[in-house]
Nanobody
Framework: QVHLVESGGGSVQAGGSLKLTCATS????????LGWFRQTPGNSIEGVAG????????YYAPSLKGRFTITQDNAKNAMYLQMNRLKPEDTAMYYC????????????????WGQGTQVTVSS
């Protein structure tokens, strides 16, 4: 059973940075891909970044590449999202997710989801 718990969200001014953490369990047995997604009220969920559990492959939403960095640490059972030069439009609930099939991460339909952590960027 996969269990995901996000942390690290909060309020920051535009231009600032935040690092989100996703604590994972059951990943090795049940999932080979991890990802970060975000959602604002009234909008559909948006893929932010994805990474294989080996860390050998990453992808980013084109509009976010260069500001956001996804990493993972199997020894700590954790995945991270470093967010730099934050903008007000980055304000959203951020979710981590996992699936055995990396295609589900890319398609935005992973099987396992965390509860989310709120990020608010003020101008």
């Amino acid at each position: 059973q996969v269990h995901l718990v996000e942390s690290g969200g909060g309020s920051v001014q535009a231009g600032g940075s935040l690092k989100l953490t996703c604590a994972t369990s059951g990943i090795i047995e049940s999932a080979s891909c991890l990802g970060w997604f975000r959602q604002t009220p009234g909008n559909s969920i948006e893929g932010v970044a994805g990474i294989t559990t080996t860390g050998g492959f990453t992808y980013y939403a084109p509009s976010l590449k260069g500001r956001f960095t996804i990493t993972q640490d199997n020894a700590k059972n954790a995945m991270y999202l470093q967010m730099n030069r934050l903008k007000p439009e980055d304000t959203a609930m951020y979710y981590c997710a996992a699936d055995r099939d990396c295609g589900e991460i890319i398609n935005g339909t992973p099987r396992y989801w965390g509860q989310g952590t709120q990020v608010t960027v003020s101008s």
